[in-house]
């Protein structure tokens, strides 16, 4: 199991946002977090990449990290093997494409420049993308500039993809695009959780479903999942 949680609380401050929080995702699953604004979805994905502490009952592991017992010098390590994708993207955009690549290429102890410039051009070319190498980011489309976004999630071969709201701005073909993308990672076993408000998706795209609501999270799968069927 990559991510284990077992009756834990996510909270910011002295504030409970999720109570008995029970989320299991394995290898190879797309799990899709939905619930209104505020209701603790982007907070349970920052406990998992450790931005916020969890709380101290239950149980908590990732990718065989206790979350309990981590400590500050272990984040950047476990940070390695996960890929963070944003809604605003968060692209430096004093650099070029290539540039942003290798800065977190550079910041996870990729040493040698010529290897480097290997995985950015692997990463470009499984988004699509290689022709916009040495542009800038404001001279990308919001949907080219959240494909590069996914494209550095991907430069250390994460095992897990946690995406927050990837397709948030972005116009209903464009985000098609960008669910398909995340969808053909996830066949070669990379787990993607991604937290969305377009519930069309969850037909055209079906996953795994949890939503968060009045302080609990729960698995609702079957009510997106079920077959349609056509009258005779």
Same mark, same amino acid.
């Given at each position: 199991?990559?991510?284990?949680?077992?009756?834990?609380?996510?909270?910011?401050?002295?504030?409970?946002?999720?109570?008995?929080?029970?989320?299991?995702?394995?290898?190879?699953?797309?799990?899709?977090l939905?619930?209104?604004?505020?209701?603790?979805?982007?907070?349970?994905?920052?406990?998992?990449?450790g931005?916020?502490?969890?709380?101290?009952?239950?149980?908590?592991?990732?990718?065989?990290?206790?979350?309990?017992?981590?400590?500050?010098?272990?984040?950047?390590?476990?940070?390695?093997?996960?890929?963070?994708?944003?809604?605003?993207?968060?692209?430096?955009?004093?650099r070029?494409?290539?540039?942003?690549?290798?800065?977190?290429?550079?910041?996870?102890?990729?040493?040698?420049?010529?290897i480097?410039?290997?995985?950015?051009?692997?990463?470009?070319?499984?988004?699509?993308?290689?022709?916009?190498?040495?542009? !800038? &980011?404001?001279?990308?489309?919001?949907? +080219?500039?959240?494909? =590069? $976004?996914?494209?550095?999630?991907?430069? @250390? *071969? #994460?095992?897990?993809?946690?995406?927050?709201?990837?397709?948030?701005?972005?116009?209903?073909?464009?985000?098609?695009?960008?669910?398909?993308?995340?969808?053909?990672?996830?066949?070669?076993?990379?787990?993607?959780?991604?937290?969305?408000?377009?519930?069309?998706?969850?037909?055209? !795209? &079906?996953?795994?479903?949890?939503?968060? +609501?009045?302080?609990? =999270? $729960?698995?609702?799968?079957?009510?997106? @999942? *079920? #077959?349609?069927?056509?009258?005779?």
């Amino acid at each position: 199991m990559l991510i284990e949680l077992n009756h834990v609380n996510v909270s910011i401050a002295d504030k409970h946002l999720l109570n008995d929080v029970c989320f299991h995702v394995d290898e190879g699953e797309f799990v899709y977090l939905t619930g209104h604004v505020g209701s603790g979805k982007s907070s349970l994905l920052k406990t998992l990449y450790g931005e916020l502490p969890v709380g101290a009952s239950g149980e908590a592991h990732i990718l065989g990290y206790d979350l309990h017992q981590l400590k500050r010098k272990h984040i950047p390590a476990l940070r390695k093997h996960l890929g963070i994708v944003f809604q605003d993207f968060q692209l430096l955009s004093d650099r070029t494409i290539s540039a942003n690549l290798d800065f977190v290429l550079r910041a996870t102890g990729w040493r040698k420049k010529q290897i480097r410039q290997q995985r950015i051009n692997e990463v470009l070319e499984e988004v699509g993308l290689t022709d916009k190498m040495e542009s !800038y &980011p404001h001279q990308l489309s919001g949907g +080219e500039q959240q494909r =590069i $976004a996914i494209a550095r999630a991907l430069l @250390n *071969t #994460p095992k897990i993809i946690l995406a927050d709201e990837p397709t948030g701005n972005l116009d209903r073909d464009t985000s098609s695009k960008i669910i398909e993308l995340l969808k053909r990672v996830c066949e070669r076993g990379t787990a993607v959780v991604m937290i969305t408000h377009n519930l069309n998706l969850l037909q055209q !795209y &079906p996953g795994i479903v949890y939503r968060c +609501e009045n302080g609990c =999270i $729960a698995e609702i799968t079957k009510e997106y @999942n *079920t #077959p349609i069927t056509l009258d005779q």
